[in-house]
């Protein structure tokens, strides 16, 4: 594969990307780079989402709608996290907001 | 304008205070059955039969194109870490979307919001969430808003009321599309 010249200023950015993928830095592709931010940003999102929790009310509920919320805080997907409880997307929804879940947005 | 719109959405926008603005801002919300069927509470299908009986909101079943294409993307976000994972519902939204011509998606939901900047197929789809929907309503002065504080203080109220949280750098991007 042919050598790509890089902004030197980007070097530690591709470094670190470099470190996560295992892909050596000269032959890091765009869609490489691409992925790296998506799963960087989903990681993001995540870790966000985990703040102040109410732990002990997931704790209550019923093993079903636990396994949703878990599914919610994984996914960033209240659609999937309803399919997971086996509840109307309103219901789980409710839940959510009781076990303090803030949807994370980024545009 | 037309736009289609999601449950995620739709399940947190009919408790917000402000969610009449959406009828300032669209001409038609398109509300497709396989979402509708999502919604079990009183309050939120009282509010989605008062909006189809004003006829701002149009209830569409989808195409069988849009159910094919919604499974083909259900199915290769799946083998895609850049796009992440994508359930049917927000496939089909998408979808119909771009099937339709309408473009416009109401939706805050992550995979739908950066699907667009990865797939070329849906890169004409425009993702509008409720901060988008209430910058277009501060614009267009269906809002009051006198600085950019109490513009910043309506995106927290919606926020603390629908617990929601908006990166710092989309609440400044709104900002500064707000002084333009």
């Not at chain 1, 997307?89 to 803030?102: E, Q, T």
């Not at chain 2, 309050?43 to 079943?61: G, S, T, V």
């Not at chain 2, 992550?110 to 929907?133: C, N, Q």
């Not at chain 2, 209430?134 to 504080?149: C, W």
Request: hydrophobic content about 40%; some cysteine; overall charge neutral.
């Amino acid at each position: 594969m042919a050598t790509k010249k890089y902004n030197a200023s980007l070097a530690p950015d591709l470094e670190f990307i470099s470190r996560d993928t295992g892909l050596d830095v000269e032959t890091l592709t765009e869609k490489a780079i691409r992925e790296f931010i998506a799963r960087y940003k989903l990681e993001k999102i995540r870790k966000e989402m985990r703040e102040n929790v109410n732990w002990e009310y997931i704790s209550k509920l019923p093993g079903r709608l636990q396994k949703g919320l878990f599914s919610l805080l994984d996914t960033g997907n209240l659609h999937i996290a309803a399919d997971n409880a086996g509840v109307p997307i309103d219901v789980i929804n409710v839940h959510r907001k009781k076990a303090n879940i803030f949807m994370v947005v980024g545009k | 304008m037309k736009g289609v719109i999601d449950t995620c959405f739709l399940v947190d926008w009919v408790d917000y205070r402000r969610r009449d603005i959406l009828k300032l801002i669209f001409d038609e919300v398109i509300l497709l059955s396989e979402i509708e069927k999502e919604i079990s509470d009183q309050k939120a299908r009282k509010i989605i039969r008062n909006w189809m009986d004003e006829r701002f909101m149009k209830f569409i079943r989808p195409s069988q194109r849009d159910i094919n294409e919604a499974i083909e993307l259900t199915t290769n976000s799946y083998l895609s870490t850049l796009i992440g994972e994508i359930h049917y519902a927000d496939a089909l939204i998408i979808a119909h979307a771009k099937n339709t011509g309408i473009k416009n998606i109401i939706s805050e939901n992550h995979a739908v919001l950066h699907l667009p900047e990865h797939h070329p197929l849906y890169m004409d789809v425009v993702v509008l969430t409720a901060g988008d929907i209430i910058l277009h309503a501060a614009k267009m002065g269906y809002i009051n808003v006198r600085s950019e504080d109490d513009f910043a203080n309506i995106l927290g109220e919606y926020q603390k009321e629908t617990k929601r949280k908006y990166s710092t750098h989309f609440v400044q991007k709104l900002i500064k599309e707000l002084k333009v």
